[in-house]
């Protein structure tokens, strides 16, 4: 475990953006958020009858990889809406964070919590729960076991089985006031799975299975490539400049992931709204330490550091 440094900068961090500035790009929008909703909808409903069409050929093989790619960016919804960043009308953020979390596996309410902790303590190996529940790659072994997906499915097992039943496994990293919501959406969340598999068993389907959890258990592994690029490599510090990595990608990246890959933007102002990060980069990007041109140089530098 490392050593957590403490530069006390924050602060002064927050008035880098002027604060009339920060107060226009604090305003949250229902119509940018209904517009990009029903934006990464329409790319699920697309890719989902690609899939279908092309089952029995070799096009199956990129309709399920686009596919896949689709359905595992809802993380970068569900993140949004947790934050009560997609919309300005907050239970409208409740129900994106639900269906976009069940998606992909996740309990939007523990993830909440489990979130707001990672933001408070982000890079403190002692309390952030990003460092504790999953750890940082220094070998070709812990890197190829966190790519493949595993930890993250034994987590999300426990999540699924345990919470609903009002139990908190080993988890004691998120607040008290956490656990209600927690334990309430794992059991719509339980509700929601066991309604999928019986619709699908009295109907004779397998569209479910092909059009969501092929491509979610296809593309866990590129979400943990993604995710491993926020802030592997980054120092052990409360420096906001510096333990947060931005990756700017390409539009087709940051628009589905709803502008997450401005990652330090949001980790310094959690408040400001995925479609005003961008001006927030405009601002911050000449103090940030790390700021990437794409995830393949991020996983270059990442491969490079491992023993």
């Known amino acids: 475990m490392g050593t957590y440094t403490i530069t006390g900068q924050r602060a002064r961090q927050m008035r880098v953006i002027p604060a009339e500035t920060l107060k226009r790009l604090y305003a949250r929008d229902d119509a940018r958020g209904l517009l990009q909703t029903a934006a990464h909808l329409l790319l699920l409903v697309v890719g989902g009858w690609l899939v279908l069409e092309t089952r029995g050929t070799w096009w199956i093989v990129p309709a399920l990889l686009l596919q896949a790619i689709l359905v595992n960016a809802l993380f970068g919804a569900m993140h949004e809406a947790v934050h009560y960043g997609a919309f300005r009308t907050r239970?409208?953020?409740?129900?994106?964070?639900?269906?976009?979390?069940?998606?992909?596996?996740?309990?939007?309410?523990?993830?909440?919590?489990?979130?707001?902790?990672?933001?408070?303590?982000?890079?403190?190996?002692?309390?952030?729960?990003?460092?504790?529940?999953?750890?940082?790659?220094?070998?070709?072994?812990?890197?190829?076991?966190?790519?493949?997906?595993i930890p993250f499915l034994l987590i999300r097992a426990r999540d699924i089985l345990l919470f609903p039943l009002g139990r908190r496994g080993n988890v004691d990293y998120i607040h008290e006031a956490g656990w209600p919501e927690a334990h309430r959406w794992g059991r719509w969340l339980l509700a929601l799975y066991a309604a999928l598999i019986a619709g699908s068993v009295v109907f004779h389907t397998d569209v479910v299975l092909w059009v969501?959890?092929?491509?979610?258990?296809?593309?866990?592994?590129?979400?943990?490539?993604?995710l491993l690029c926020e802030h592997t490599l980054c120092p052990e510090s409360d420096d906001g400049f510096a333990n947060t990595r931005t990756t700017l990608s390409n539009p087709a990246v940051r628009f589905v992931m709803w502008n997450l890959p401005y990652h330090a933007e949001h980790h310094l102002f959690p408040n400001i709204p995925f479609h005003h990060l961008p001006e927030a980069h405009v601002h911050l990007r000449p103090h940030l330490r790390h700021v990437a041109r794409g995830y393949i140089q991020v996983q270059g530098e990442i491969i490079r550091s491992l023993a």
């Open 91 to 149: 239970w409208m953020n409740d129900v994106l964070a639900f269906f976009a979390g069940a998606a992909i596996l996740n309990n939007a309410g523990f993830y909440r919590h489990y979130h707001y902790a990672h933001h408070r303590y982000t890079q403190d190996p002692a309390r952030d729960p990003e460092l504790i529940t999953a750890v940082v790659p220094r070998t070709w072994g812990q890197y190829l076991f966190r790519v493949s997906a």
């Open 212 to 226: 969501w959890f092929v491509p979610l258990l296809i593309g866990l592994p590129l979400l943990r490539l993604y």
